[in-house]
C-alpha cells in the first residue's frame, strides 16, 4: 500500500545513510525485522539494528537535502514507555541513555543552525511511578549495569529452556538467571528473594504450570518478572504502578522560541507554541 501510494521502502541500516533519496518519499525500517511492532529494547540490539539516534540521523540528512523552506521532525523514545509498564528498571535507564545520544545528535544540529533551529523535549506522560529509594536515601543503580537483556527477553530465554528442557534443575534456572541479571553471582539475593524465586520454579518446572505476568505491551514469564523485581529493589528503584502515572512530565526548550516555553505547561498548549515559533523565521 506504501509504495502505491508513492513511497520508498528503504530497509536496513547501511542502505540509507550510505545513498540518497532525494525528493522521495521515504519508510525507512530494520531489514526483515522479527518484531515488527517496535524497534528492539536499546539493550537487546546487536550491531546491525538500527537505534534511535540512526534514525534521527537519517531523518534530518534526509529532510535537509535540498530544502530551503525548514522542516519538522518528531522523534519519540517510545520503548522507555514499554519497559516502564514492566517495571524494568534496567531497561529503561538504557532506554533514556539511548534517548540521551538522540538528544545530542539533535542538539549538535543546533548548534551548527542555532538561528533557525528550535528543540522542545518532553513526554505526553509518565508512566510506572517510579520513585528513586525504597527505604532508605542510598541509590545502588551500578547493580543495573549486571543486567544483559530485557524482562521480556529473559522471559524468553526462560520459556525456551522450558521447551527444551521441562524439568530443568533449579540450578540451571539460577544460573541462567545470574547469566543475565547479576543475581547471586555479583548481587546478593535475600533469602525470603530466592525462596520466591524456588516456588515459582516449582509451580513452572516441576509442577508445569506456566505463570506469566501481564502489563500493557508484554506478558512476561514470572520467573523474569520477579529477577527483574529483585533487581530493581537491590538498585533502590521503586514502582507505583504498572501503568500510566499523574506524575508531572517537564518541558525542556532550546533555540529559535525556546522562551515560548516553560517547564510546567498544559499538553495541548505545546503544538500551538511550536507553530508559533516557525513564524518566527517567516
Not at 517496535?38 to 540528512?61: H, N, P, R, V
Not at 522471559?155 to 541479571?181: H, V
Amino acid at each position: 500500500m506504501l509504495e502505491k501510494s508513492g513511497y520508498k521502502i528503504v530497509k536496513g541500516k547501511k542502505a540509507f545513510l550510505n545513498k540518497d533519496y532525494n525528493n522521495q518519499k521515504v519508510v525507512w525500517i530494520n531489514d526483515d525485522p522479527k518484531n515488527t511492532a517496535s524497534l528492539k529494547f536499546a539493550i537487546d540490539q546487536d550491531t546491525e539494528d538500527m537505534t534511535l539516534e540512526d534514525i534521527t540521523k537519517g531523518a534530518i540528512k534526509h529532510l535537509s537535502q535540498n530544502n530551503d523552506k525548514g522542516f519538522f521532525l518528531m522523534v519519540e523514545g517510545g520503548k522507555i514507555d514499554w519497559s516502564s509498564h514492566s517495571n524494568d528498571g534496567g531497561t529503561t535507564l538504557h532506554e533514556v541513555i539511548d534517548f540521551q545520544k538522540t538528544i545530542q545528535l539533535a542538539y549538535d544540529f543546533y548548534k551548527q543552525n542555532p538561528k533557525e533551529t528550535l528543540i522542545v523535549v518532553t513526554a505526553d506522560h509518565e508512566t510506572g511511578g517510579l520513585v528513586i529509594g525504597n527505604g532508605s536515601s542510598k541509590l545502588n543503580t551500578a547493580a543495573l549495569a549486571h543486567q544483559k537483556v530485557s524482562q521480556g527477553t529473559l522471559s524468553s530465554l526462560i520459556g525456551n529452556l522450558r521447551n527444551d528442557k521441562p524439568n530443568a534443575s533449579w540450578d540451571e534456572i539460577k544460573q541462567l538467571i545470574a547469566d543475565n541479571t547479576g543475581l547471586f553471582t555479583h548481587l546478593k539475593v535475600s533469602k525470603g528473594d530466592e525462596e520466591s524465586l524456588f516456588k515459582a520454579y516449582e509451580k513452572s518446572f516441576v509442577n508445569h504450570v506456566n505463570e506469566t505476568t501481564k502489563t500493557l505491551y508484554a506478558n512476561d514469564d514470572k520467573l523474569a518478572a520477579l529477577s527483574i523485581k529483585i533487581l530493581n529493589k537491590i538498585a533502590s528503584l521503586s514502582w507505583g504502578s504498572t501503568n500510566h502515572s499523574a506524575g508531572y512530565v517537564p518541558v525542556y526548550a532550546i533555540g529559535e522560541g525556546a522562551e515560548l516555553f516553560n517547564n510546567k505547561m498544559d499538553n495541548t498548549d505545546i503544538p500551538k507554541k511550536i507553530a508559533q515559533a516557525a513564524q518566527l523565521n517567516f
